[in-house]
């Protein structure tokens, strides 16, 4: 299903007067800037389905007044620098969570994802604020995509280094990779160590294959605990 497609049509006034205060209502400034209006779309009662649930190219604004599950992938992404913003007051839950571009993601509830929550492409604002907990297999993080979950995050983390806390495996492009992921995933370059090429690592996620190298997370066993930010 296309999310900012169905639901319920609305507007920004609309969504405003229905949630007066919302830490969220600064990123609408996005719109303003970007000259075209969002499609803005409205789940008043959640939204639970067992189809891969996606976002055009944006701009839009959807609000999930509730949980949105879905038994398959969520992939919330825009085009490039065209700017998307995604509510949900309640919880995620998927078995694999992915946001990329220009998009932000606000969750009032927990973030609970089977298989890996991936985010890419943040010096396009790419962004996930989760009040709540975030738990996935693994967090994968491309360059500067930015993630805080005020409740903690339970998962083997892979990112170039959050404010909240060190990533189990540190992406500085000086590491050697192929340490911890399978070979098909790596990019090879000239006089440095091979890293983790993200769109194979995507694309791999989203085929349900299996992204470490056997026994790999075992060797982090503080994944399996709630990491809570140092503030």
């Given at each position: 299903m296309q999310l900012d497609e169905e639901g319920q049509a609305s507007s920004i006034p609309e969504i405003l007067e229905q949630?007066?205060?919302r830490e969220w209502s600064w990123a609408l400034e996005a719109f303003e800037y970007w000259g075209a209006p969002p499609t803005v779309r409205v789940y008043p009662s959640g939204c639970t389905t067992t189809q891969p649930v996606e976002t055009g190219d944006g701009p839009y604004f959807v609000v999930v007044d509730g949980d949105l599950t879905s038994t398959a992938p969520v992939d919330l992404a825009t085009c490039d620098y065209t700017p998307g913003l995604v509510i949900v007051t309640g919880s995620l839950n998927a078995p694999l969570l992915y946001f990329a571009d220009n998009i932000r993601v606000f969750v009032g509830g927990d973030v609970r994802v089977s298989g890996a929550c991936l985010g890419a492409l943040g010096d396009r604002n790419a962004m996930l604020t989760v009040e709540g907990e975030l738990h996935a297999r693994a967090l994968i993080l491309g360059s500067y995509a930015e993630v805080c979950a005020d409740g903690g995050i339970r998962a083997l983390v892979y990112a170039h280094g959050l404010d909240q806390l060190c990533p189990d495996i540190?992406?500085?492009?000086?590491?050697?990779?192929?340490?911890?992921?399978?070979?098909?995933?790596?990019?090879?370059?000239?006089?440095?160590?091979?890293?983790l090429s993200f769109p194979a690592a995507v694309k791999a996620a989203f085929a349900g294959e299996e992204l470490f190298l056997p026994g790999v997370e075992e060797r982090f066993p503080e994944r399996l605990v709630l990491r809570r930010d140092s503030a």
């Open positions: 949630f007066p205060g540190v992406s500085d492009g000086l590491g050697d990779d192929s340490r911890f992921f399978r070979p098909e995933l790596l990019d090879h370059h000239e006089n440095y160590p091979p890293i």
